[in-house]
């Protein structure tokens, strides 16, 4: 009788032919797994931050470009007059002829869509979601309010109102135009319509801006936050573009998270550039 050979196997099997299974992994394997998986997110996380930052503004220029074009829609079936900007005087005496109704910082109201649809531009495109910009994040407080733009208070002249909404701003209509008509407005593409106003400051639907550039302070200046397109806002103007535009004076930035109250007299870039394309001062 020839004796037992012994039958070699490739290391991994079983004398069955079966594969024998490590259990697990390593203590130095799973580390170096965890470290992996950490680098592919910290690679992957500030893409996906802009790439979001990116949707929003595209969604922001989007809605403003969209409420830019129901105000011409407005326009054009009202022999050529303009919205009102006016709110009104109280919420007890809201003006009937304006664009939207609400105070945003009236907190039955800010988060009341109802009042959109009680504007004179949702007859023309009844989606109360572009009256708010998708970067706006309302912090400390429950839900967003539904509305984050509000309108050139030059826009649309008061004095045709019966009363008592037929008064406008006496120092202002000095030296101010209040544009009544569209054939009014001296240069549609570089006077704005709408805008992106800060989160802090939005209450009605008309924002006023001094068009010399002197009187904005810092924390009253639209949408001056870190959390909204990068320390930048968005704006439609009366040709129907639309634009997003960044600050370029370091205290806006300083600013933008402090309820700062001192502020310089003296104009500032942002407030000029603003100022600029806000209305066209009398001669």
Known sequence: MRPTQQVQFYPGFTPGGRLHSRQGFTLVELLVIIAIIGVLVALLVPTLTKARALAQRAACLSNLRQLGISWVLYSGDNNGSLVESYPG??????????????????????????????????????????????????????GVNVRSYSMNAFMGDRSRLSAPFNHAYPPASDYVPY????????????????????????????????????????DRYPAASNQRHNFGFGMT??????????????SIAVSSDTSAKSFSATPNRDFQKLGQVTATLKR
Not at 129 to 141: F, L, Q, T, V
């Open 89 to 142: 005087i109280s919420a007890q005496t809201p003006n009937p002829s304006a664009w939207v109704q609400g105070n945003m910082q009236i907190p039955a109201e800010a988060k009341n869509s109802a009042l959109i649809a009680r504007g004179q531009l949702y007859q023309y495109n009844d989606s109360t979601a572009i009256y708010r910009c998708p970067a706006d994040k309302i912090s400390g407080k429950s």
């Open 179 to 218: 544009y009544s008509k569209e054939s009014d407005i001296p240069r549609p593409a570089s006077l704005w319509l709408f805008i992106d106003e800060d989160k802090r400051t939005i209450s009605d639907g008309c924002f006023v801006f001094d068009p010399a550039g002197k009187q904005a302070k810092p």
């Open 237 to 250: 103007f009366a040709d129907g573009h639309s634009e997003i535009w960044r600050f370029a004076e370091p």
